[in-house]
């Protein structure tokens, strides 16, 4: 159970947060959120795929980590196999929460909590969050600078997604993955940009695409499906 606590430099002073990957700290996840603005990053290691969400049927972007629940292809013994590690995997256990301040009718100011039953926070070991002077570590300022970039992706994300519905670009798709051993997978259950319907898009879309910031995130999305292979592979070389 979550247990979020606004981030104070008074009251968490001594905290230190494991940086750690493994499944002990909660790492073992099939897919991990992710927004426009990583989409560059993202594509050089993993596979980008939708899902509607369940509570609200809008679409969102996730990298692919595995095949299945519970597996992320990417996490070893000696941590995380990839150079770059989800803003929304990274940031934790750290969110971005909203703080009035006291301020009737003012709209919320966007403020770090932190889960304090996450078992990343310690006062023994890992990451300090505070100067022993006081100010925040580079650790933490690098944590608020990822939430922020978090934050903001997260508001524009559903007008990428709308953009890709409203050209049609979005398609379900079912991955079958016959493995070394013989058996059989299915991954379905996801959306994908459809390649031949991005190339068959006329100038006007194009440019509206490109206007809209929307452009290169999509060509990001086509990029990243080469990546199905290396998930196969990983998965191939732990039987």
């Not at 990822?146 to 079912?174: K, N």
Request: charged content about 20%.
């Amino acid at each position: 159970m979550a247990k979020h606590a606004l981030l104070s430099n008074v009251e968490h002073k001594a905290m230190r947060i494991i940086t750690t990957r493994s499944v002990a700290y909660g790492d073992n996840q099939m897919y991990a959120l992710t927004v426009p603005g990583e989409f560059r990053n993202i594509q050089a290691s993993y596979p980008i795929v939708f899902q509607k969400r369940a509570d609200t049927g809008q679409m969102q972007p996730l990298a692919l980590l595995g095949f299945e629940a519970g597996e992320n292809l990417f996490l070893t013994d000696k941590g995380w196999d990839a150079p770059y590690v989800p803003i929304s995997v990274e940031r934790l256990p750290f969110l971005i929460g909203g703080n009035n301040a006291g301020q009737a009718g003012q709209p919320a100011q966007p403020v770090i909590h932190v889960d304090l039953d996450s078992p990343r926070v310690s006062y023994t070991e890992g990451e300090p969050l505070f100067l022993e002077y006081g100010g925040s570590t580079p650790y933490l300022e690098r944590i608020s600078s990822l939430l922020g970039a978090l934050h903001a992706g997260l508001a524009a994300s559903p007008a990428f997604c709308e953009a890709m519905l409203a050209h049609d670009l979005l398609e379900s798709f079912v991955l079958d993955v016959e493995l070394k051993d013989g058996s059989n997978n299915r991954l379905a259950g996801f959306y994908t940009v459809n390649e031949e319907k991005v190339r068959a898009l006329d100038g006007a879309a194009i440019t509206q695409l490109h206007a809209q910031g929307f452009l290169e995130p999509m060509y990001m999305v086509v990029a990243s499906t080469v990546h199905f292979r290396d998930l196969i592979d990983r998965r191939n070389r732990r039987m």
